[in-house]
């Protein structure tokens, strides 16, 4: 989480995962990201308050970057950069 900026970022496309459970928001998100470039940002919005558990790990783990994360009654947004 070494990338994660103070300001949201400008971003290439969105998602938006409100209302659903895990694990809809991550999926929803990778089937948006593998349309995207390597360098493209997607922006996530969610409203599973285990979508920030999620989100961390998959970004770890598939290597992109989670460049800003923010919560804002009971909405959480992500902004990944595609590795």
Not at 10 to 31: I, R, T, W, Y
Not at 43 to 68: C, E, I, M, N, P
């Amino acid at each position: 989480m070494a990338d994660v900026q103070d300001s949201p970022p400008a971003f290439d496309a969105e998602v938006d995962a409100s209302g659903l459970n895990c694990p809809m928001p991550l999926l929803k998100a990778k089937l948006e990201l593998n349309k995207l470039v390597s360098g493209n940002v997607l922006k996530v919005t969610a409203t599973d308050a285990g979508s920030q558990r999620d989100f961390r790990a998959f970004a770890t783990l598939a290597g992109h970057g989670l460049l800003h994360e923010e919560v804002q009654d009971g909405v959480y947004r992500y902004w990944l950069r595609k590795a």
